[in-house]
């Protein structure tokens, strides 16, 4: 998998020339970055990797290494961990998956299981999630009804219509 550098959404520099601006005044003073493991490193060695670095809390922190894949899922950020066997009528996919925690050491997964399901249109992705295949299912097929109501409404209520105007 590809490695993807977020920025931490707890930094102090919130644009990134205002941080690198910080970081060489940072490196000019000698200053240190902590690790998660609360060793620290000379700044300098982060001078041709600033995306390695953020300014969290009054500290320079090593942003911890985050390999993975972030899909967004009805505003929780989620990382598919693999597709499940499981099929079934509605045609939904199915995905073990963590939600994605940040501190100020960067992103993580969070030590719990949901499940993630994906329904493909023409219309593009839909997605629902829970701690069950039902829950997911059952969010996603919300999400699905709320977008495409119109279309069954009027195939579903096509004869009660009819029948109104005998």
């Known amino acids: 998998m590809n490695q993807k550098q ?9 644009t990134e020339k205002e941080k690198l601006a910080a970081l060489n005044q940072a490196i000019k003073n000698n ?10 490193l000379p ?12 300014f969290v ?9 985050f ?6 899922v009805r505003g929780m950020n989620f990382v598919l961990l693999e ?5 079934e009528k509605t045609l939904f996919e199915f995905y073990k998956a963590k939600i994605v ?26 997605w629902g999630y829970g701690r069950t295949i039902e829950q997911a299912r059952a969010f996603l097929g919300v999400k699905l009804y709320d977008e495409y ?7 579903a209520c096509s004869d009660r219509e009819l029948g109104h105007k005998k």
């Not at 200053?31 to 620290?40: G, K, P, Y």
């Not at 390999?67 to 967004?72: A, F, H, K, N, S």
């Open 6 to 14: 977020y920025r931490n959404s707890f930094t102090e520099h919130k």
């Open 31 to 40: 200053e240190l970055a902590q690790r998660s493991d609360l060793t620290t």
């Open 43 to 54: 700044l300098a060695d982060f001078a041709k990797m600033p995306e390695k670095v953020e």
């Open 57 to 65: 809390r009054d500290i320079w922190r090593v942003q911890d290494p």
């Open 67 to 72: 390999p993975y894949t972030i899909q967004e």
């Open 83 to 87: 597709k499940m066997p499981h099929t």
């Open 101 to 126: 925690s940040e501190n100020c050491y960067g992103r993580y997964l969070a030590d719990c299981q949901y499940i993630v399901a994906k329904y493909t249109t023409k219309d593009g992705e839909f």
């Open 149 to 155: 109501k119109h279309l069954i409404h009027a195939h």
